[in-house]
């Protein structure tokens, strides 16, 4: 079982940028592939990127690609999403969630997170 806890969400305008964090509690964090996703009001929930358990493979949805990264700490048990070059349609609900292999992050995790709120101002 895994608990995730995200934050660092917030209000930030065009432009700027904010780092999420996902903290997770159990002993085999290390073991998890993570992701981040995110819902917007009104659409689907978005994949958005996934790491794998050493943190040395990652992926990206093209519609982050070059303006989001994703890294984990192992030792912190956290994953981080810094966002860069924000723009309003970034604007969403955005969870962190683990799954067994960076390969299938896409479509399927075992665990979510809560979600924090980011809001970019135009």
């Known amino acids: 079982q895994v608990q995730l806890v995200e934050s660092g969400g917030g209000l930030v305008q065009a432009g700027g940028s904010l780092r999420l964090s996902c903290a997770a509690s159990?002993?085999?964090?290390?073991?998890?592939?993570m992701g981040w996703f995110r819902q917007a009001p009104g659409k689907e929930r978005e994949y958005l990127a996934a790491i794998n358990w050493s943190g040395l493979n990652t992926d990206y949805a093209d519609s982050v690609k070059g303006r989001f990264t994703i890294s984990r700490d192992n030792a912190k048990n956290t994953v981080y999403l810094q966002m860069n070059s924000l723009k309003p349609e970034d604007t969403a609900v955005y969870y962190c969630?683990?799954?067994?292999?960076?390969?299938?992050?896409?479509?399927?995790?075992?665990?979510w997170g809560q979600g924090t709120q980011v809001t970019v101002s135009s």
């Open positions: 969630a683990a799954g067994n292999a960076i390969a299938s992050m896409r479509s399927y995790a075992s665990y």
């Open positions: 159990g002993r085999t964090f290390s073991l998890y592939a």
